[in-house]
T-cell receptor, first 113, second 120 residues
Framework: LAKTTQPISMDSYEGQEVNITCSHNNIATNDYITWYQQFPSQGPRFIIQGYKTKVTNEVASLFIPADRKSSTLSLPRVSLSDTAVYYCLVGDMNSGGYQKVTFGIGTKLQVIP | NAGVTQTPKFRVLKTGQSMTLLCAQDMNHEYMYWYRQDPGMGLRLIHYSVGEGTTAKGEVPDGYNVSRLKKQNFLLGLESAAPSQTSVYFC???????????????????FGPGTRLTVL
């Protein structure tokens, strides 16, 4: 299993761009990088997934350098409602589903007014 | 579509009692999972299923049993509840791979709302 390391917590003011970096030095060739968001008292929710370079959707961007040993989740202009825990997952979803992926404790993002 | 639903939402048990948590999904997903979440521990996989009639152990399977008699349902059983099983339980489902009927998915995992279980 690819081990991931991400900051335990981050604070940001409303309206700022937030970047959360995840390290995954032993990522395998077939591994994808996926980010989930979890609000209090709710199950995690998928945000974005990528394999290499940059991926963007209506919620966030995911930057993956060429060596794929790290990735950065970018949240543009955060609001108070973005306060949540963000999980970085690395694994081969193609052949094994999520049973080969661990969630870890994530990064707790606190958005400040 | 209801997505992933869990029953019940809350439950209080006494040590030694048994109970079953029900998870249902209406997305025709092959894979289903049961997690527990404890403060400071993230989500830990208890058991999972790769298809109807199949189950397998995850990271923390002891004290739990599961069954998947129908593709849409995944049951988690506690035969003799212990205080250490006090937790929030999440069920989830997903497709088995990125490709499904020729469509490249993100293969995201869909979670239920959770069941808060307290064992006294």
């Amino acid at each position: 299993l690819a081990k991931t390391t991400q900051p335990i917590s981050m604070d940001s003011y409303e309206g700022q761009e937030v970047n959360i970096t995840c390290s995954h030095n032993n990522i395998a060739t077939n591994d994808y990088i996926t980010w989930y968001q979890q609000f209090p008292s709710q199950g995690p929710r998928f945000i974005i997934q990528g394999y290499k370079t940059k991926v963007t959707n209506e919620v966030a961007s995911l930057f993956i350098p060429a060596d794929r040993k790290s990735s950065t989740l970018s949240l543009p202009r955060v609001s108070l409602s973005d306060t949540a825990v963000y999980y970085c997952l690395v694994g081969d979803m193609n052949s094994g589903g999520y049973q080969k992926v661990t969630f870890g404790i994530g990064t707790k993002l606190q958005v400040i007014p | 579509n209801a997505g992933v639903t869990q029953t019940p939402k809350f439950r209080v048990l006494k040590t030694g009692q048994s109970m079953t948590l029900l998870c249902a999904q209406d997305m025709n997903h092959e894979y289903m999972y049961w997690y527990r979440q404890d403060p400071g521990m993230g989500l830990r996989l208890i058991h999972y299923s790769v298809g109807e009639g199949t189950t397998a152990k995850g990271e923390v399977p002891d004290g739990y049993n599961v069954s998947r008699l129908k593709k849409q349902n995944f049951l988690l059983g506690l035969e003799s509840a212990a205080p250490s099983q006090t937790s929030v339980y999440f069920c989830a489902s997903s497709y088995s791979s990125h490709m499904y009927r020729g469509v490249d998915l993100n293969n995201e995992q869909f979670f239920g709302p959770g069941t808060r279980l307290t064992v006294l």
